[in-house]
Every structure is written in C-alpha cells, then in structure tokens.
C-alpha cells in the first residue's frame, strides 16, 4: 500500500482490552478479586502502552501506519479487509480513549469494591475499550461499523448493569433502541458508497471525493449518504432529535457515565464526521445541517440543565450541549477544532463525572444536589478537582475549554455556507447562548452541591469523607489536565496551533482556513468570558446561598416556563405519545389478531383440530374385515372408470 508504513503492532492495541474482557468474563468469578484487578487494569495499561509507543512515530513522520489483519469478507471478487489505521487522527483518539479510560479504570476499582458482579463489570469496561478502539482504528467503513455496534452494545450492557432494577434495565433498552435508530442511517450510507465507489476504505473514498462529487454519483446522492451519516452520528452523539437516551444513561454506575460521557461512545458520531472530512466538504446542505443541529441542540440542552436536580442529570445534559459545540465546529469545516473539543472534554468531563461519584459515594447514594452542601473541608480533594473542571467547562482561560470553545465560536463567525447564508450569525449566536447557559447550569450545580452548610440527612452527614486515593488521586490528575491541555491548541493570535498543526500533516486534508482582524477576534474572546462571567454570577446570587428564597419566588412567578424547562419541555413524554405508545398499540394490535387468531388459532390449533377431526372419522373406515376392504375398494374403481369413459 503505497503512502503508509506498514506495522503489526495496531492490533494489539484492540486486543489487550479484548484479553481482559475474555478472561473476567469467562473465569472471572472464579478468581481471586485482587487478580481480577489485575487483568481490568493491565489490559487498558498495554492498550495505552502500545498506543503511545505507535504514536511516537507520527511525531516524526507524516505518514500513517497501517495493518491488514485478515481478509474478512470475499465475494464476486471483491474483498473486505479487517484493516487498521493509525494515523494522526486515530492516534489522538486513541491516546484519549486509553488514557482517560484507563483512569476511569482505576476509579472503578475503589467505586466497585463491594460489588458482587465485580468481575463482570470489568468484562464489560474492557469490552467497552476495545469496541471503541476497533471504531477509532477502523480503516475503512465497515469494520468502523463493528465498532460503532459494539459501543451500543457495550452501552446496553453496562447501563443496564443493574437490571434488576427494571428502571435500570429500561434505561439500557432506551439506549440501545434509540443508537438503532441512528445505526440505520449509518448502513444506507455504507451502501451508497459501496454502490457508487464500489469500496469504503478511507484511501479509495478519499481519491473518490478528492475533485468534489463525482457526476456518477451527483450530488443529491451524494446529500443523502452525508445526512445518513449525520443520523447516525445524531444516535451516537446524542444530538436532536435522538439525544434522548443519554440522560437515561446515568442509571448505570457513575464511572460508566464518565466512560461513556468523556472519551468514547459519545464522541464517535464527531470523530466519524471529522474521518470523513473529505467527503463532507463538498456537501454544504450537510454541512449547514450539522452546524445548525448543533447550534440548537447545544443551546436547547444547556437550557434542559437549568433546573435538574439530580448531579448526575446535570452533567449528562452538559454533555449533549458539548457535543452540540462539537457539531457546530464539524459542520463549518473545523475540524480539528471539533476533535480538540473532544480532546480537551474527555478530561474535564471526566472530573466530574467522577467527582459527581464520590459525592453519591460519600451521600450513601443521594444524587440530589438538595440534599448536598459543605463539602469543601469533608472532601478537600473533591471539591478543588470539581471547582477547577467547573471552571474550565464554564470557558475560563486559561483552562482547557476556554481554548476550544472560543476557537468553535470564532471558526463558526468565519464561514460561510452557500445554501444556508445566515448561518454564521445564528449558529454563532446560539453557541454564545449556550456558553452563557453552561456557566449558569454548571456554577448552579456546583453552588448547590458544595457551598453552605450539608443539607443531607443526619445519619448520612455522620459518613460523609473524601473518596479513598484510588479515586480522589484520579480527580487530581483529571483537574490538572483540565487546565493544562488546553495550550497545545491556542488560537493563532497568540501562538502556533499545535494541535491542529498536527492533524493537518496527515490525518485532515479539507481545510477550512478562519481569516479576521486580529482585534476582532480578541474582542469576540473577551465577548465569550464576559458571557460566562454572567452566567457565573448570576448563579451565586441565586444559590450560593441555599437558604435563599429568591429562585423558589422565580419560580413560583414563572411557574409555567419553570414546569417546562424543568421537565426538559416534555420531549420524552410527547416521543411517548406520537412514536412509542401508537407503535405499541400497532404492536399489540399485531399480536392479538395475527399471532394469537391466525397464526396460533388457525394455522396451528386449528391445523392441529382439523386433523384431530378427520383422523377422528377416518379410523372409523379402519374395520380390520377384509370384505368391507373390498368393497371399498370395487367401488372406487368403478368411480373412478365412470369419471374416465362417462
């Protein structure tokens, strides 16, 4: 293959999560716990071993490393390889997933530690690493494809971990369920390049598109393929109208929330996109499609977060407004903005996830933000890691979101789309609303939770300490991170751009170029942290004070937009009434009258009793006298020979 170094080291960095999960899911119960640790960690630990050692090569060289593992499917001349590719995009993702997911690991080794499934959790965290890893290797569309269904049902496994409660069990279904939706778009897509191309490996889709949409594929096919991409991203990336799943996802533990929410399942929808960045340029409808669905689903969640009051939903609602700020970034051209967006969230996102946990771990399983409060001097360790991720999702420099967030809004004030002309101004102007709603969302969190005094209850006040160092030292390295990450991406007013540097020496090759006085930008910076400084300020003055009355008084007042907003505008309830309860009607509908009256009344106890019937009146010809045999059969012939000459 020619413009790659060949290496049989890529796969590997699937396997050793796959090891893992083979021996904990298969003998693990029957181990030791401290050798069950041992393997749920040493196979994310090579992974990322391997990882980083793979990676020091595209440190020096621009090309990718490649690796055919096996020809996996061969038809009418035509071959599908199981083929890996590491290059400079694949290579991020892959040092982020294995990283932070290692972390989250090591978290789960004290958060887990008197779970009696304990074993088949880390099956299932090592399963989940390994799916993620095949998506992000992937060189081409089909085995992306395994991983991208792996990752669901990686989803399903463990938000529904605890499916003996059937409220558990049903947030994995909805996930998995919702994830279909989306994956169906995804497969049109596939046969539309297999069609039209007749490959979908990166190399040759890429040769394909590299003059535009070819005449033998047009552009209206070539329009439908890229919005049944974006479905299927909408699935896995929980944007409108299919973001439905992800605040379902919290019923599982709180560090598959982080695995989930920070480095890899959720990512995948932006990370396809930015693969595909050669495609997608020549698609504006696309293109506008996914900017503007961003726009409106980072500032529709952001206001979903307002008045959650479950941590764990709060975070979960950050998450999708995050990807929405991913989106917006992927559907102006951005790209590597988009996934330095992901790089830098996977930490901070991280934290607090992990930090909502030990806050429900040390309230003895409370997550409402209410029944908080004085965490500060119980949980040092916790409180200072979830102030400084706070602080960085909010957009304050110098952290880590600061840099990505201000890069998304000034790229997107910087384009321009044929089909969509006012698109800038409006995605711009929801992405500045939606910056304005973390800092509000988040400080309110974050105020309510750990400032004042603890409002929990007596017996659960007496328990409250800080998280043992298998997980506090987790929160620590995530918070530093969180601020420090940051600086590989600063925009170009104050300094080469590593990080996009970086990508755009291999991995990326549709390169949208932002150009713009230099005063404008750093006026539009100053916008951005002035927007959050709002949305922190306005948040103390509301709950820093938890004996306050000023919100309870608003929301009285307001009652009606309260009502909605806090049941994040019915959206669940009218799916339930327009898609999910007519279909379950249809459904029983089918099963009462087909399966019941046909299929079991007619075709099978009714082929039963007509037979039972006739059997039950032929035997009555079965005499046993040979006379009456006969006659019997004297007389057929004689029917017989009249039908005949008669």
């Known amino acids: 293959m020619e413009n790659v170094y060949l290496s049989n080291g890529i796969v590997w960095i699937l396997l050793w999560p796959l090891i893992g999960a083979a021996i904990n899911g298969i003998i693990g119960h029957k181990l030791p716990r401290k050798l069950v640790t041992f393997i749920a960690l040493a196979a994310p630990f090579a992974s990322m071993a391997q990882a980083g050692y793979l990676f020091t090569h595209l440190l020096h060289d621009d090309l990718p490393l490649y690796q055919a593992v096996f020809n996996w499917i061969s038809v009418d001349g035509t071959s599908i390889w199981f083929s890996l590719m590491l290059d400079q995009l694949s290579g991020v993702m892959a040092l982020t997933v294995t990283f932070v997911g290692f972390l989250i690991h090591v978290y789960s080794v004290g958060y887990m530690s008197h779970d009696p499934a304990y074993?088949?959790?880390?099956?299932?965290?090592?399963?989940?690493?390994?799916?993620?890893?095949?998506?992000?290797?992937?060189?081409?569309?089909?085995?992306?494809?395994?991983?991208?269904?792996?990752?669901?049902?990686?989803?399903?496994?463990?938000?529904?971990?605890?499916?003996?409660?059937?409220?558990?069990?049903?947030?994995?279904?909805?996930?998995?369920?919702?994830?279909?939706?989306?994956?169906?778009?995804?497969?049109?897509?596939?046969?539309?390049?297999?069609?039209?191309?007749?490959?979908?490996?990166?190399?040759?889709?890429?040769?394909?598109?590299?003059?535009?949409?070819?005449?033998?594929?047009?552009?209206?096919?070539?329009?439908?393929?890229?919005?049944?991409?974006?479905?299927?991203?909408?699935?896995?990336?929980?944007?409108?109208?299919?973001?439905?799943?992800?605040?379902d996802a919290m019923a599982g533990p709180t560090p598959v929330s982080a695995l989930i929410h920070a480095a890899t399942m959720v990512t995948a929808g932006v990370y396809m996109v930015a693969r595909l960045n050669f495609f997608f340029v020549h698609i504006p409808v696309?293109?506008?499609?996914?900017?503007?669905?961003?726009?409106?689903?980072?500032?529709?969640?952001?206001?979903?977060?307002?008045?959650?009051?479950?941590?764990?939903?709060?975070?979960?609602?950050?998450?999708v407004s995050q990807l929405g700020f991913m989106f917006m970034a992927a559907g102006v051209g951005a790209w590597a903005v988009a996934i330095f967006h992901v790089f830098t969230h996977a930490f901070f996102?991280?934290?607090?996830?992990?930090?909502?946990?030990?806050v429900i771990h040390a309230h003895d399983g409370i997550q409402d933000i209410r029944q908080m409060g004085g965490l500060k001097k119980l949980m040092p360790k916790t409180y200072w890691s979830f102030a400084i991720a706070t602080f960085t999702i909010a957009g304050f420099p110098p952290a880590a979101a600061f840099f990505s967030k201000d890069e998304i809004l000034w790229r997107v004030l910087n384009t321009h789309n044929d089909v969509f002309p006012a698109l800038p101004f409006v995605v711009y102007a929801l992405g500045l609303l939606a910056a304005f709603g973390t800092a509000f969302y988040m400080y309110r969190m974050f105020y309510l939770a750990f400032s004042g005094e603890s409002r929990a209850p007596a017996e659960v006040q007496k328990h409250i300490h800080e998280a043992p160092p298998v997980m506090s030292w987790v929160l620590?390295?995530?918070?530093?991170?969180?601020?420090?990450?940051?600086?590989?991406?600063?925009?170009?007013?104050?300094?080469?751009?590593?990080?996009?540097?970086?990508?755009f020496n291999g991995a990326l090759s549709a390169k949208v170029e932002a150009h713009g006085p230099v005063w404008l930008e750093l006026s539009l910076m100053v916008l951005s942290v002035g927007v959050a400084l709002g949305g922190w300020y306005l948040a103390r003055v509301l709950y820093k004070d938890a004996k306050s009355t000023t919100p309870a008084r608003l929301a009285e007042k307001y009652a009606g937009i309260h009502r909605v907003i806090a049941n994040k505008y019915y959206?669940?309830?009218?799916?339930?009434?327009?898609?999910?309860?007519?279909?379950w009607n249809f459904s029983t509908f089918l099963w009462q009258f087909f399966d019941q009256w046909i299929i079991d009344g007619v075709i099978v106890n009714g082929g039963s009793r007509l037979l039972a019937f006739t059997s039950l009146h032929l035997r009555r010809m079965q005499t046993g006298n040979v006379h009456s045999y006969m006659a019997a059969l004297v007389i057929g012939s004689a029917i017989i020979v009249f039908l005949y000459f008669g």
């Open 119 to 247: 074993s088949r959790y880390f099956a299932y965290l090592n399963l989940f690493m390994f799916a993620m890893l095949t998506l992000v290797l992937a060189n081409n569309l089909v085995v992306m494809f395994i991983g991208w269904e792996g990752v669901g049902l990686c989803s399903y496994l463990l938000i529904g971990f605890w499916y003996q409660d059937e409220d558990k069990a049903k947030a994995g279904k909805k996930a998995f369920i919702v994830n279909r939706i989306g994956d169906f778009g995804f497969l049109i897509a596939i046969f539309i390049f297999f069609y039209f191309v007749g490959a979908i490996d990166y190399t040759t889709l890429k040769q394909f598109f590299a003059g535009g949409v070819p005449p033998i594929m047009g552009m209206t096919i070539a329009t439908i393929a890229g919005l049944a991409l974006f479905l299927g991203a909408t699935g896995k990336s929980a944007q409108i109208p299919l973001y439905v799943w992800l605040p």
């Open 286 to 319: 696309a293109m506008g499609t996914i900017a503007i669905v961003g726009g409106l689903t980072a500032l529709f969640a952001a206001t979903m977060g307002f008045f959650q009051n479950d941590i764990k939903k709060v975070l979960a609602y950050s998450t």
């Open 349 to 358: 996102k991280a934290c607090l996830f992990l930090g909502s946990g030990s």
């Open 476 to 503: 620590v390295i995530l918070a530093g991170l969180s601020l420090v990450v940051g600086f590989l991406g600063l925009p170009h007013v104050f300094g080469p751009n590593l990080f996009e540097n970086f990508l």
């Open 571 to 583: 959206v669940d309830e009218g799916y339930f009434y327009v898609v999910i309860r007519p279909l």
